[in-house]
């Protein structure tokens, strides 16, 4: 009995995985999205948590904002990208919306920050930035 128990259960467990029919074909890809204002304080405190406004341009109704990327760089440098997913095969109508989410910081570092928000894509493909220096108190 325990054999047969046994067997129709291994070949129930097959059954099911074998059955199983993943897709792993994605129907959207991210995308970094270009900035165009970000609302900065002229000082930071140390161990204060900051809401900074962050704008940026949607061009369509098939990208959506996802959230931000931020990179630490050498000696206080924050590459802040806000990320986008842009759903594929569909057909989009243009908008060019100004969207605003807020970018939440926390200073944890007693030395001036240089935030470089990526603004997109000059004439020769290199990346733009929008700058702020802002020292901590």
Known sequence: MK????GVFLFSFCLFFSNCDVDTGENFHFEALAITDAQVPDTFRLNENYKLAVSFIRPDNCTFFEGFDVVSGD?????ITAVGSIIDGNECEVLNDTVTANL???ILID?????????GLDSDDKAKYLEYTVPVE
Do not use: M, P, W
């Open 3 to 6: 054999k047969l128990a046994l």
């Open 111 to 119: 030395q001036t920050y240089d935030l470089k928000f990526y603004a």
């Open 104 to 106: 939440d910081v926390t």
């Open 75 to 79: 000696g206080g440098v924050r590459y």
